[in-house]
């Protein structure tokens, strides 16, 4: 569990009120299966090059799908009451780069932390952690620029 933020040291209550909280309730369970000795590191490289394709798809079905589990519908919940600022489409487009953003500073993580000693700060996984959440909260709290606000008015008006 990330150190930068503790989920189980919020009430559930608290989750739905900070970005923070909502973020490293994404990152946290996929940053732990990193360090899985069973795996792990396979897992977020083979993710890292699917993120195409996959790029959290659960986001873009509709809450109650019977094939989604009941996590992803709380977290898909979470999230729109964050993203509220935003057009729907930028929220999936958004939602495809923290996907990417996870996945692939995961990867580069396990690739860094073979390679360099374990005293180094870029190898550190709980600073990793914490600054890939910081990332995340960043890249959705933004508010639309005006540039995609006016893509968005000229895709609406055809």
């Known amino acids: 569990m990330s150190l930068c933020l503790s989920i189980y040291s919020y009430p559930p209550c608290y989750w739905h009120s900070n970005l923070r909280v ?3 309730l994404l ?3 996929i940053a732990e299966q990193m360090n899985d000795p069973d795996g792990g590191e396979a897992f977020i490289h083979i993710n890292a090059e699917l993120i195409a394709v996959k790029a959290f798809s659960f986001f873009y079905e509709p809450v109650g799908n019977p094939l989604r589990l009941r996590y992803e519908d709380q977290l898909v919940l979470l999230f729109r009451a964050h993203l509220s600022h935003l057009h729907q489409l930028l929220i999936k487009k958004r939602m495809i780069l923290v996907s990417g953003l996870i ?3 995961l990867s580069d993580h396990t690739r860094i932390r073979h ?3 374990s005293d180094n700060l870029l190898v550190d996984y709980d600073l990793t952690v ?3 959440v910081d990332a995340i909260v960043a890249v959705l709290s933004s508010p ?5 606000t006016e893509l968005l008015a000229r895709h609406e008006a055809k």
Do not use: E, G, I, R
């Open 22 to 24: 909502a973020s490293d």
């Open 27 to 29: 990152v946290a369970p």
């Open 103 to 105: 996945y692939s500073t």
């Open 115 to 117: 390679t360099l000693a």
């Open 130 to 132: 914490c600054t890939l």
């Open 144 to 148: 639309a620029s005006d540039a995609a």
